[in-house]
């Protein structure tokens, strides 16, 4: 069984330029959860999703943070623009309902 | 609010060591604790959990006891191969509240054997 797919794995952009990330879940998990993980601590949750809504999105910056989950699969996770702080790993990982968590293998931002 | 300490790596042992990595956490009534690995250019794994007071997760010869009285979930192996070498983080999710889901993780622990 596949695990959860994100794309890409590394990514370098520039400061004020917008950026995005994608995420696959495991086939049939209905929660879906974006982490940030900032060098030397653990992830920390932005957004959880049930199905297609967003159920906790309390610790995501909303000023220039977005996420959807379109039909409640695939999920995509927008910083515009992007600032030298947000440069860390975003971590994906999925359940079925409050289950453990899968991972993805994360995507690291470079912001220069 | 619920938080995590374990002990600050790196931490480097020689093939067929005894390891120990110390966690201790704070939260509110009975949470349910975690080790998750992360292997070089992996995601996070989970290694093992226990739910309640008194309880031992074990996994791939790695062992915690969930301990309330010192509220510690400390991570030991009896003797660790190169291939253990990964970062470990210490984690929990509230009882209560509805927010059962939510992970709150350590700053985790790089573990480096060599042969």
């Known amino acids: 069984e596949a695990g959860v797919v994100q794309s890409p794995r590394y990514k370098i952009i520039e400061k004020k330029q917008p950026v995005a990330f994608w995420c696959n879940p495991i086939s049939g998990h209905n929660t879906l959860y974006w982490y940030r993980q900032n060098l030397g601590q653990g992830p920390e949750l932005l957004i959880r999703y049930e199905n297609e809504e967003a159920v906790d999105d309390s610790q995501l910056p909303k000023d220039r943070f977005s996420a959807e989950r379109l039909k409640g699969v695939d999920s995509t996770l927008k910083i515009q623009p992007a600032e030298l702080g947000d440069s860390a790993v975003y971590l994906c990982a999925s359940s079925l309902d409050s289950d453990e968590q899968f991972f993805g293998p994360g995507t690291r931002l470079t912001v220069l | 609010g619920d938080s995590v300490t374990q002990m600050e790596g790196p931490v480097t042992l020689s093939e067929e060591a005894f390891l120990t990595i110390n966690c201790t956490y704070t939260?509110?009534?009975?949470?349910?604790l975690f080790w998750y690995v992360q292997y070089p250019g992996e995601g996070l794994q989970l290694l093992l959990k226990?739910?309640?007071?008194?309880d031992k997760g074990s996994n791939k010869g790695f062992e915690a006891t969930y301990r309330k009285e010192t509220t510690s979930f400390h991570l030991e192996k009896g003797s660790v191969q190169v291939s253990d070498s990964a970062v470990y983080f210490c984690a929990l999710t509230p009882i209560s509240g509805g927010s059962n889901y939510k992970l709150t993780f350590g700053k985790g622990t790089l573990l480096t054997v060599n042969p």
């Open positions: 939260a509110t009534g009975y949470p349910s």
């Open positions: 226990a739910t309640k007071a008194d």
